[in-house]
């Protein structure tokens, strides 16, 4: 067999693909392995680049792959796609692999730790128990309407309404009713439960993170941005600015222009919708607080408001958050709020 200097590797749930080719850029190896049988036979080859992309469980081949010697480059899928030739399987994948990673336009996602998968992992966790938490309540409010006992907005209003029926407080309300609501109520009280263990054990990991304390120190970022962004971020200087960053996660216009005449749309939502979601929501709190900011910051938000609509705002907010973002964790710094001259 050929020397083999750079392999793309289709990932999957059982059978991987490899496509191998040599310094000259001749077909070296096609073999396809099942998954038990994938660092043994990388084992047994010369160092060489190995190209993967960065989707599910790539991060952890990558560091057992890394572990043999070999150098691991992890790549967006939508980067690689252009490189298929014709037709959809997992040769032409894995071909395609091979073919985009030794490109130099190419743009390579940092490889995660297992610490930071943890993190990442309890963030993921209590997102979905904070949405199932919102469907009980929705549904307990609902339950409670149809017989005539309505409660103003928000959780606390219903966590009361449940209080009432655990008192019995509960007239014109039938039986089968009631103890469907309190099983429901019972699996509401085991969520929040669960929900603050998971913040204690974000906070737990916050408070030993340096990079996830100067990111708490930018108004408008709490403990739950900084550990995402701080776990989601391990190489910042794969983006070249905070503008860059920013582009990477959503916040920036979509282009489209063309002969000189630039034409931006709305902002493009491509990235992690997680980070963007805990960005707009920061943001909003910063709108709120702007009145009272007497920073520059606060002067610039408050001259924003008055052109442009409270949403139109907010995402701008959270643009200018992440480029700050990006330069405490490109230059190891903390926030230094501007005050006006």
Known sequence: MQEVCTIGLDLAKNVFQLHGVDADGNVALRKKLRRGAVLGFLRSLPPCLVGMEACATAHYWAREIQSLGHEVRLMPPSYVKAYVKRGKNDAADAEAICEAVTRPSMRFVPMKSAEQQG???????????????????????????????????????????????????????????????????????????????????????????????????????????????????????????????????????????????????????????????????????????????????????????????????????ANKTARIAWAILARGEVYRTATPT
């Open 119 to 317: 993190v990442l992992t309890v963030h993921r966790s209590r997102d979905l128990l904070v949405r199932q938490r919102t469907m009980l309540l929705n549904a307990i409010r609902g339950h409670l309407g149809e017989f005539g006992i309505i409660a103003a907005q928000g959780p606390a209003r219903v966590i009361h309404l449940i209080a009432k029926l655990y008192a019995g407080e509960d007239a014109g309300l039938p039986d089968a009713a009631r103890s469907a609501v309190l099983c429901l109520a019972r699996q509401l009280e085991a969520l929040t439960e669960q929900i603050r263990v998971l913040d204690r054990r974000l906070l737990a990991w916050h408070r030993q993170d340096l990079a996830s304390q100067r990111l708490a120190s930018i108004p408008g970022v709490g403990i739950l941005t900084a550990t995402a962004l701080s776990a989601s971020v391990p190489d910042p200087s794969v983006f070249r600015s905070g503008r860059q960053f920013a582009a990477f996660l959503g916040l920036v216009p979509r282009q489209n222009s063309s002969g000189g005449k630039e034409r931006l749309g709305r902002i493009s939502k491509m990235g992690d919708r997680y980070l963007r979601k805990l960005l707009v929501v920061g943001a909003t709190s910063v709108l709120r607080r702007a009145g009272s900011n007497p920073s520059v910051t606060g002067a610039w938000v408050r001259s924003l408001r008055q052109r442009k609509p409270a949403r139109v705002t907010t995402v701008a907010i």
